[in-house]
């Protein structure tokens, strides 16, 4: 909970892995209720959240990210794939430069993406099996969406530039009188909110 990582910086012999991640490569203890709460990920040199543990997801939801910025990681934004159930992905800020900015690979099955911003992804917006819901998805290269499209509250703004007070002023928040400030569930933020 509020941890900031920011320029991290790969040796020659380094094995490029992310900002934040899952691995439990081994069977042991129930896997599951792995909280990342206002986090920000900065100019990752590979991904920002990588959430790829193979084995577990017992205990639900396995994986909860709320309120996570992952701004200009050369990979994807936010990776979840091969294990885990329910997971809860909400109120997100991603930029990317090669990957999508928001993954959820086919094998997970039961989740939620909601409340969302992607922008400048170097291949999909949001590639997810969860029907992501009150997104705003702009300017992703190989397109908006894969796996689905969005359910409901689907913008495509530009969130540094979408009105006279933009909603991405700053990376930390959505500003107040802005295009996507409450425009989320039930009156939420559309994007991460980290201020304290």
């Known amino acids: 909970q509020n941890v900031i990582v920011v320029g991290r910086i790969l040796a020659a012999t ?66 979840l794939a091969r294990s885990g159930t329910n997971n809860l992905l909400e109120n997100l800020t991603a930029n990317g430069r090669t990957g999508d900015g928001i993954r959820v690979a086919p094998e997970l099955t039961s989740g939620i993406l909601r409340n969302t911003i992607s922008t400048n992804a170097g291949r999909y917006g949001i590639n997810s099996k969860y ?21 409901t509250g689907c913008y495509t703004s530009n969130p540094q530039a979408d009105g006279a007070t933009p909603s991405l002023k700053y990376l930390p928040r959505i500003e107040t009188g802005s295009f996507l400030k409450g425009k989320g569930e039930a009156g939420a933020d559309i994007g991460a909110n980290v201020l304290y």
């Open 14 to 79: 380094d094995e490029p892995y992310s900002d934040f991640a899952v691995a439990q490569h081994a069977p042991g203890p129930d896997f599951g209720r792995n909280e990342w709460l206002g986090t920000i990920s900065l100019n990752a040199p590979d991904t920002g959240y990588y959430m790829e543990p193979d084995v577990g997801g017992t205990v639900y939801p396995t994986i909860k990210i709320s309120n996570a910025v992952a701004w200009n990681a050369d990979g994807e934004g936010f990776n």
């Open 131 to 151: 029907k992501p819901s009150y997104v705003n998805v702009y300017n992703a290269r190989s397109g908006a969406y894969n796996q689905t499209t969005c359910s």
